[in-house]
């Protein structure tokens, strides 16, 4: 079944904990990208990826890595978490320029920041 | 820069009626121009999309949208609203060319409810 799936669903983490989120799509899809979701401000984007080892900042990238060593694969990176990163992340990806072809979504990580 | 503006926060229709979501964008450029439909608890699922040619794009689920450059508008429409139809939509937007290729803008959303 074609996917993108994401891990964990669900994170409680302390602030300052490194934690990783892991992407994966089993499409062969070149475009990833993360998003963040917060009540009242929609869907921002936090980093994006052309294809493998070309990342490009979103609107929202500050406190976030990410990094794409292979095609499948586009884990988002908190070095170093704080309570204002408390949101709901999503992970997408598309066949190839995201213009041209419609974005498959994660189910979603809903990550508290304590 | 580009946005995106999506006016109603809360859409409600009967069951039956036709229904109409709004989105309005800002680019300096041509747009490619999306909806997506997020149920509780899911991600967001692809439902139209505008590149070029007709500006009247058919979608998933009976759904339809009209782009109109001179308002800079992608409203999303259907003629006959179902229950199930009830859900949060999102309008995307994407610059064309090379610049910033792979940055897209979603507007805040809509909460759209039909009532039986």
């Known amino acids: 079944e074609a996917q993108v799936t994401q891990n964990p669903r669900y994170l409680i983490t302390v602030t300052g904990k490194k934690l990783t989120v892991t992407c994966s799509q089993n499409?062969?899809?070149?475009?990833m990208s993360w998003y963040r979701q917060d009540p009242g401000l929609g869907l921002r984007q936090i980093y994006y990826?052309?294809?493998?080892?070309?990342?490009d900042k979103g609107d929202v990238p500050e406190g976030y890595k990410v990094s794409r060593k292979e095609k499948r694969n586009f884990p988002l990176i908190l070095e170093s978490p704080s309570p204002n990163q408390t949101s709901l992340y999503f992970c997408a990806s598309s066949l190839s320029h995201p213009g041209y072809t419609e974005a498959f979504f994660g189910q979603g990580t809903r990550l508290t920041v304590v | 820069a580009q946005s995106v503006a999506q006016p109603e926060d809360q859409v409600n229709v009967a069951e039956g009626n036709p229904l109409t979501v709004k989105c309005t964008y800002s680019?300096?450029?041509?747009?490619?121009l999306f909806w997506y439909v997020q149920y509780p608890n899911r991600g967001l699922q692809f439902l139209l999309k505008?590149?070029?040619?007709?500006?009247l794009v058919k979608g998933s689920y009976g759904f339809e949208a009209e782009f109109n450059k001179s308002q800079t508008s992608f409203h999303l429409k259907k003629p006959s609203a179902l229950v199930s139809d009830s859900a949060l939509y999102f309008c995307a937007v994407i610059l064309q060319g090379d610049t910033n290729a792979g940055k897209s803008t979603f507007g805040d959303g809509t909460t759209l409810t039909v009532k039986p």
């Open positions: 499409m062969n899809h070149e475009y």
């Open positions: 680019v300096s450029g041509n747009p490619y």
């Open positions: 505008y590149i070029t040619g007709d500006n």
């Open positions: 990826s052309m294809n493998v080892e070309v990342t």
